[in-house]
C-alpha cells in the first residue's frame, strides 16, 4: 500500500503581538512533523512561547530554489510541514514560491491557514481607498531602480502598497515625491501591533518634513500606502479606460458605458462621459 503523501501548511505568524496567533496555527504547529523557517532562531522564540518544540528546517532566500526540492521529498514521504516566515503571511515579500510550486507540480496538498498580515492590517486603518489595491513590496534599494519602479506607476489609479526599511524611508519618500508629486496623499504604518505602532497620513512633503524632525519616526518595520492618481480632467483619463469606453459605447448608451467604465478604473463617470462626448460621438 503506498504511504500517503505529507501536507505542506503555510501558517502566518504575529507581526509584533504574539496574541495575534490563532489557535488553528497554534494547532497544526504542535500536529506537523517538521518546520520550515525563514529564521529558525526567530521562529524557535515564537514556539517556545508557547511550549511546543519541533524540528525545524531553514528555508529562505538564498536557499530556497535548492532545498525545496529536499521539502518535498519529505512531504513524499508522508511528513507534514509547516512553512513560516519571521512575520506575518509566508510568500508575501517572504520565502517560500518556489516550495509551493514544486509542491502544486507534483501534487502534493498545499493548505493556507489565514492569520496577520503588515499590507492588509496597515490598508484597514489607512483611510485610503480599499477597494482596489495593488501591493508592490520592497521598492529597489537604489535610487536609480527605485526611480524607474516608480515610474512606471505613475499613473496607477489603485492604492498601492509597499514595505520598506528603516534605512531607506525617507529617501523612498523623497522619490515618490519626486515621480507622484508632493502633494500626493501617503500613511506611514510602522511598528504595527506593537508598542511604538504608529499611523500618520499627510502630503509626501509633509511627511518627509516630519520623518526629519525626529529619526525615532523612521525606526521599525514600515508599511507605506500611497493613494493612486486621481483623474483630474480629461486629458487624464488612461488609454486603458478610454479603449473599455470605446467597447463598450458600441453596445451601450454612452451613459451607462461611462458609468461601466468609471467603476472599472476609479475614475470620474462625468470625466469619461465628456470626453466621450467629445471623442466618440
Known amino acids: ?44 522564540k515564537l514556539l517556545a512561547h508557547y511550549g511546543i518544540k519541533k524540528p525545524f528546517f531553514a528555508l529562505h532566500d538564498h536557499n530556497e530554489q535548492q532545498k525545496s ?14 512553512l513560516v516566515s519571521d512575520a506575518g503571511t509566508p510568500l508575501i515579500s517572504d520565502p517560500g514560491f518556489h516550495l509551493v510550486r514544486a509542491c502544486r507540480q507534483t501534487g502534493i496538498k498545499v493548505v493556507p491557514l489565514t492569520g496577520a498580515c503588515a499590507a492588509i492590517t496597515a490598508l484597514s486603518a489607512a483611510g485610503i481607498a ?29 492604492t498601492m502598497i509597499f514595505y520598506e526599511s528603516t534605512h531607506r524611508i525617507l ?7 519626486t515621480m507622484f508629486g508632493a502633494d500626493r ?51 487624464d483619463i488612461p488609454e486603458d479606460a478610454k479603449k473599455a469606453l470605446n467597447l463598450l459605447i458600441k453596445e451601450l448608451p454612452l451613459k451607462k458605458a461611462a458609468t461601466l467604465t468609471a467603476e472599472l478604473y476609479a475614475i470620474k463617470k462625468n470625466q469619461l462621459y465628456q470626453w466621450g462626448l467629445e471623442n466618440l460621438i
Open 171 to 177: 529617501q523612498t519618500l523623497m522619490d515618490m515625491q
Open 69 to 82: 526540492q529536499a521539502l518535498v521529498n519529505k512531504l513524499k514521504q508522508g511528513i507534514n510541514i509547516a
Open 130 to 158: 480599499s477597494d482596489r489595491f495593488c501591493f508592490e513590496g520592497f521598492l529597489p534599494a537604489k535610487s536609480k531602480g527605485r526611480l524607474d519602479r516608480l515610474n512606471l506607476l505613475t499613473t496607477e489609479s489603485r
Open 185 to 235: 496623499y501617503v500613511v506611514l504604518a510602522r511598528e504595527l501591533t506593537k508598542t511604538w505602532e504608529t499611523i500618520v497620513g499627510d502630503k509626501i512633503s509633509s511627511l518627509i518634513l516630519w520623518l526629519e524632525e525626529d529619526v525615532n519616526r523612521t525606526k521599525g518595520e514600515i508599511v507605506v500606502i500611497v493613494e493612486g492618481k486621481a483623474a483630474t480632467d480629461i486629458n
Open 1 to 44: 500500500m503506498q504511504k500517503q503523501t505529507g501536507i505542506l501548511y503555510i501558517i502566518p505568524t504575529p507581526i509584533g503581538n504574539l496574541k495575534d496567533i490563532t489557535e488553528r496555527a497554534l494547532q497544526i504547529f504542535a500536529e506537523v512533523d517538521l518546520i520550515a523557517a525563514e529564521d529558525t532562531r526567530h521562529s524557535g
